[in-house]
């Protein structure tokens, strides 16, 4: 440990210093402009906003301004000191638009209702940034987010796919760092910490703030790329790590991340963070944050871990919930469809749908198994650029095949729901699930990565004639209908498109696939509960499936049977839903959730796609001994969010591993 301490003080380390110091110029407008004021009261209007916006999970004093009326008014921010009396910026005379966010969000979309950025008073390299990337207003969810961000509130936060949440938590805090650092010097040990549950998450979050906040220097760390770099990269001193539980909690055992001096914890995806197993990890890193500081959760359900971290470790947290119970989940612009087929003859009529819906933009297919996505791609790319991601598919291979899509190398992506869960792709127009996905909340989520920032898409949801009461069953759940598509006609000789993949049999292939129909339909849906109302998990088998494909098929609670009858090939649906009805699909196990890797140094940076304009990238490879991976464990029958943490010892880091925690100018 003292080794590795000792090495802080390396060359390397000095050379970074003056790069990190000229890049503090301060932003004096910002910290001149910052007003505080007593909180003023809600006026009778608030019901409007409470209504659509803001509950709160805890008693709390009634929350003013930007949640407490409707229309438009021009106020000043009123504020109190946040964690390490990082104060709020500048929102002098800004005008927060709080009318009915619902209404608002259906209208604006960062359209002309939105708060003008340039009036909040943040950081002017954030305003600048963002208007690079065409972002000038404030979408709803970050409107709600902003001031009791910046009054240094715990929360928690809700919105649909694709609506900015991001930024909702990015801005607040960029800007808290931007002014803390030209107020004391930058230091080595990162200010603020984002967790999220998986690396493409991570490093899409990581892009956003490098993007909004080029000055800031902000981490990425997770498994699969060496762990030397993110130690190095940490040496040179970060202001903003972003990553994976598992690598975080790597480093903090090795004793190259000091969390002593975080000021800002973000949970994205909180919910996910347990349905891929990093309850634990998550739980430890919280212990090991100071109790001095700002916490916001994301989630899209609150199963009881959710709610349990709130108690434990959020204080007195405001949940901001832009989705509610009753209102649909998916973001407006999502037009809905569904198609009836036979099993057999899916395979088929992906091309017509895409051709037909996608009109040559890009389209994701969504399949429950990493082997379909494989075959599914393989036998596609006959007639479209197409490739696979899953969770088999090595870390800096999915990267590139990631860039690749988004760069428009390739049009068509067959995932697994690795890709489910907020990636945020641009200009995705068409989402087909080609087989049903394990819950409704995965239904949105995979189908939430069309449509994003306001724009338009597509999903069509594939389904056999026995999955009809599924598919009504997510219709209700999440409050949207799905317009059906009339059954396209597939010839004799093209019915089977992998027929030259080997297998065979009467209609659908895919090596031991060939079952037509044959389906049962699990039945029981269930429907677990969550205080952000229903999220699914129901449980359906078309015609049971395992044979090939492994014995999946247990249902955990909520979930109805799955029959898995070897040899056909089914549905795959797979009631589960532990506490909350949310699944992760199953080819999570290997690679979902897996964390590692570096893909930004500061003085160097990593290769593999990463979006950090500075520095060089290195290849990632090489899964370092603290991989997540090894974490997720998979039970026959099902999806197994259990795992042993590797760090039963987590060390003394209560004494801050030895390391310097003293900020420090470079
Ligand atoms: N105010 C804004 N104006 C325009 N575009 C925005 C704005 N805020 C965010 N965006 C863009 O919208 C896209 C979606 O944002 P983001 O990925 O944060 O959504 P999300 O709510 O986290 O989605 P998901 O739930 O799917 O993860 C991003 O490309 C982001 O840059």
């Known amino acids: 440990m003292m080794n590795i301490i000792s090495r802080k003080s390396s060359s390397l380390a000095s050379v970074k210093a003056p790069i990190r110091a000229l890049a503090s110029v301060p932003h004096v407008h910002s910290l001149l402009h910052f007003h505080i004021h007593p909180p003023i009261s809600t006026s009778a209007s608030d019901a409007v906003v409470a209504r659509n916006v803001v509950t709160s999970a805890a008693p709390i004093p009634p929350l003013s301004g930007l949640l407490g009326f409707s229309g438009f008014r021009v106020r000043n921010f009123r504020s109190q ?22 209404d608002e969000e259906k ?35 970050q409107r709600a987010v902003l001031e009791p961000a910046m009054q240094g509130r715990d929360m928690i936060g809700r919105a649909r796919t694709g609506t900015g949440k991001t930024l909702a938590f990015g801005i607040p805090i960029m800007d808290k760092v931007i002014q803390y650092n030209a107020k004391h010097g930058r230091g080595r040990n990162p200010l603020a910490l984002v967790l999220a549950p998986t690396r493409e998450l991570a490093r899409q979050v990581e ?16 498994g699969g790329t060496p762990i030397s770099r993110q130690m190095n ?30 000021q800002f914890v973000v949970l994205d995806e909180a919910d996910q963070m347990l349905a891929v197993g990093f309850e634990e990890d ?55 469809y569904s198609i009836a087929s036979e099993m057999y003859e899916k395979a088929s009529i992906v091309g017509p749908l895409i051709t037909e819906h996608a009109k040559g933009g890009k389209c994701i297919v969504f399949t429950q198994t990493k082997r379909d996505a494989d075959r599914l791609a393989y036998a596609m790319a006959r007639n479209f650029r197409c490739e696979a991601l899953h969770g088999d598919i ?18 068509v992506l067959v995932a697994t729901d690795v890709a489910a869960r907020g990636l945020d792709i641009p200009n995705v127009d068409l989402i087909i699930h080609y087989e049903l996905p394990n819950s409704s909340e995965i239904f949105v989520h995979r189908s939430g990565r069309t449509g994003r920032a306001g724009k338009k898409g597509t ?16 219709e209700r759940d999440i409050g949207c209908k799905f317009s059906e598509l009339p059954r396209i006609a597939i010839e004799g000789g093209s019915r089977d498109m992998f027929s030259d993949m080997g297998g065979g049999g009467d209609g659908g292939r895919f090596g031991s696939f060939g079952s037509r129909g044959g389906g049962r339909v699990g039945g029981g849906f269930g429907r677990s509960g969550s205080s952000f109302g229903r999220s699914g998990g129901y449980g359906e088998s078309g015609s049971g499936r395992s044979g090939s494909f492994g014995g999946f098929g247990s249902s955990r609670s909520g979930g109805g049977s799955s029959s898995s009858r070897s040899g056909n090939f089914g549905g795959s649906s797979f009631g589960r839903s532990g506490e909350f009805g949310d699944t992760i699909g199953s080819d999570r196990s290997s690679g979902f959730g897996n964390s590692s890797g570096s893909h930004r140094s500061s003085g160097f ?55 310097s925690t003293g900020r420090r100018s470079f």
Request: net charge neutral; charged share 25%; proline share 3%.
């Open 81 to 102: 000191s946040g964690p390490l009396d990082f104060r709020a910026s500048v929102v002098s005379r800004a005008e927060y638009a709080v009318a009915d966010f619902s």
């Open 282 to 336: 998550v739980e430890m890193i919280l212990e090991k944050l100071p109790q001095n500081r700002q916490s916001m959760m994301f989630s899209a359900t609150m199963p009881s871990w959710i709610r349990k971290l709130t108690q434990k470790y959020l204080k007195n947290p405001l949940t901001i919930d832009l989705v509610g119970d009753s209102d649909q989940k998916l973001a407006e612009g999502i037009s809905l």
């Open 605 to 659: 940076g990593n290769f593999g796609g990463s979006d950090r304009s500075s520095g060089f990238r290195n290849p990632g490879s090489g899964r370092s001994s603290g991989s997540d991976s090894t974490r997720l464990s998979r039970t026959s029958g099902g999806f197994n969010d259990s795992f042993s943490s590797r760090f039963g010892d987590f060390g003394d880091d209560r004494s801050n591993n030895g390391q």
């Open 107 to 141: 209208s604006s979309k960062g359209g002309d209702e939105g708060l003008e950025i340039s009036k909040l008073g943040i950081a002017q390299e954030i305003v600048s940034a963002l208007a690079n990337k065409g972002i000038t207003k404030l979408f709803p969810i």
């Open 459 to 474: 999903a069509i949801l594939i389904y056999a004639e026995q999955q009809a009461r599924t598919v009504r069953f997510i």
């Open 394 to 411: 090595s870390q800096s291979q999915r990267e590139r095949t990631l860039s690749g899509f988004r760069d428009g190398h390739f049009n």
């Open 233 to 262: 990269s940490l040496d040179y001193g970060v202001d903003v790590v972003v990553g994976t539980p598992g690598r975080i909690i790597d480093l903090i055992k090795r004793g190259a991340l000091n969390l002593s001096e975080v």
């Open 207 to 222: 892009k956003e703030f490098c993007e909004s906040a080029p000055n800031l220097d902000t981490l990425c760390v997770y």
